[in-house]
């Protein structure tokens, strides 16, 4: 069965810092790996999947598989990046998303 | 492209009634995924569906919840005997053949009295 674990509820920084979600999953396959954005009152949104290898809005994740982790960082947080992020896998040939339990990001000024 | 569509947002029902979801899927998606979240848990999924036919259901449960999603129309989750462990936000996704991104939509809050 696969799991995905963000070990943090609740993540409070200040503007300019560096912002690091961590996402841990547990799956014997090869994971796809997404991260998810909700801005207040806004719908959920993918942000960045690992295969794609991109920087959304100065965000980052790697896929290490050696510690089953893909934890999303910024170097510089900034206040609109105050939202709910949920880490989410996809097992290999399967469509389902499996979530964690998301991070609430505050971003102090 | 009006995104996906999810009505009612709010719902209220008392035990035992049935509740109806319903979830419009962008244009040109043929993919529907409907989850549920918990208060103060992540989404869980629950149902995989193309048109006509449901691909993956392995995440609703045994009784009293079905999903549908006809050739014509939005895709209908529906509850039947509702209890106060039903109360959640259900929230339906779309995506089209082949693509990974899901698109979801603003979810319907379902609330049992």
């Known amino acids: 069965a696969q799991r995905v674990t963000q070990p943090e509820k609740l993540l409070s920084v200040f503007k300019g810092a560096p912002v690091e979600l961590k996402c841990n999953y547990s799956y014997s396959g090869s994971p796809e790996l997404f991260w998810y954005v909700q801005y207040s009152r806004q719908r959920l949104q993918l942000l960045l999947r690992h295969i794609s290898r991109e920087s959304i809005k100065g965000f980052t994740a790697d896929l290490n598989k050696g510690e089953t982790s893909f934890h999303l960082k910024k170097p510089f947080a900034q206040e609109e990046d105050s939202a709910m992020y949920y880490c989410?896998?996809?097992?290999?040939?399967?469509?389902?998303?499996?979530f964690g339990q998301g991070t609430r990001l505050t971003i102090n000024p | 492209n009006a995104g996906v569509m999810q009505n009612p947002r709010h719902l209220v029902r008392r035990r035992g009634q049935e509740a109806r979801l319903r979830c419009s899927p962008m244009k040109g998606h043929s993919h529907v995924y409907w989850y549920r979240q918990l208060p103060e848990e992540g989404l869980k999924f629950m149902v995989y569906?193309?048109?006509?036919?449901?691909?993956?259901e392995s995440g609703m449960p045994k009784e009293r919840f079905s999903a549908e999603f006809p050739k014509e129309g939005p895709s209908i989750l529906r509850i039947q005997q509702v209890v106060r462990g039903d109360s959640a936000a259900y929230f339906c996704?779309?995506?089209?053949?082949?693509?990974?991104?899901?698109?979801f939509g603003p979810g319907t809050r379902l609330t049992v009295l």
């Open positions: 989410a896998l996809s097992a290999q040939g399967a469509q389902k998303l499996v």
């Open positions: 996704a779309s995506s089209p053949v082949f693509v990974y991104e899901q698109f």
């Open positions: 569906l193309q048109k006509e036919n449901i691909i993956d």
